[in-house]
């Protein structure tokens, strides 16, 4: 049973817009979630985290937002930029243990 | 520069064949993973080792064994009894402290004909 899911395998948005990427995990265990961006044939680059005794976190363009009643993560790009067109995963993992991975979204930024 | 380094990129076997995949690591973390990604799908967890000497199974364990004998070093071999080896396979590492992220290596593409 997936304990991290990303329900939207892909998304086209427009450069200058904003693009959110959205992550539901099912184990209220998780205590840190993460985002990574991932071209073909490469290992995924870690963009951004956030704890569980947060609800927001910012590094320039990148924000996460985690919703805990809601089991619900997402990321925002703002603005988005060609560049940005990837693969993104999100993970969750507690206890300093394993990592769960959803299926990833691919995003598509037009110019 | 500190990273991981996977080897080779490309890997090519025959049906019947045990082999091994190298991950090697310089960031002194405590933690290595091993990770397959198969066309459309999420990453899913093969193998982990929290100390050297020590490793647990992940969720997709059957048909793969690894060592932890260096804290550098955590090599995964695919035997013969992986029903379906194709795959992109990635190593990672993080500390065992704190919020510390994975870190990926570039994978290994490994095709079983």
């Known amino acids: 049973d997936q304990q991290v899911k990303q329900n939207s395998p892909s998304l086209s948005v427009q450069e200058g817009r904003i693009s959110i990427l959205n992550c539901d995990y099912t184990?209220?265990?998780?205590?840190?979630f993460l985002w990574y961006k991932k071209y073909p044939a490469e290992g995924p680059t870690f963009l951004i985290s956030?704890?569980?005794?947060?609800d927001k976190n910012e590094d320039g363009r990148f924000t996460v937002f985690l919703n805990k009643s809601a089991k619900h993560l997402s990321l925002h790009i703002v603005p988005s930029q060609p560049g940005d067109s990837a693969v993104y995963f999100c993970?969750?993992?507690?206890?300093?243990?394993?990592?769960?991975f959803g299926s990833g979204t691919k995003l598509n930024v037009k110019p | 520069d500190g990273g991981i380094t996977q080897s080779p990129k490309y890997l090519f076997r025959k049906e019947g064949q045990n082999v091994t995949l190298s991950c090697e690591q310089n960031l002194n973390h405590d933690a290595m993973y091993w990770y397959r990604q198969d066309p459309g799908q999420g990453l899913r967890l093969i193998y982990y080792s929290q100390i050297v000497n020590d490793f647990q199974k992940g969720d997709i364990a059957e048909g793969y064994s690894v060592s932890r004998e260096k804290k550098e070093s955590f090599p995964l071999t695919v035997t013969s009894a992986q029903k379906n080896p194709t795959a992109f396979y990635l190593c990672a590492s993080n500390k065992r402290q704190g919020d510390s992220p994975l870190h990926f290596g570039n994978g290994t593409r490994l095709t079983v004909t």
């Open positions: 993970a969750a993992s507690y206890n300093f243990n394993k990592f769960y």
């Open positions: 956030i704890s569980s005794i947060k």
């Open positions: 184990n209220s265990m998780f205590d840190y």
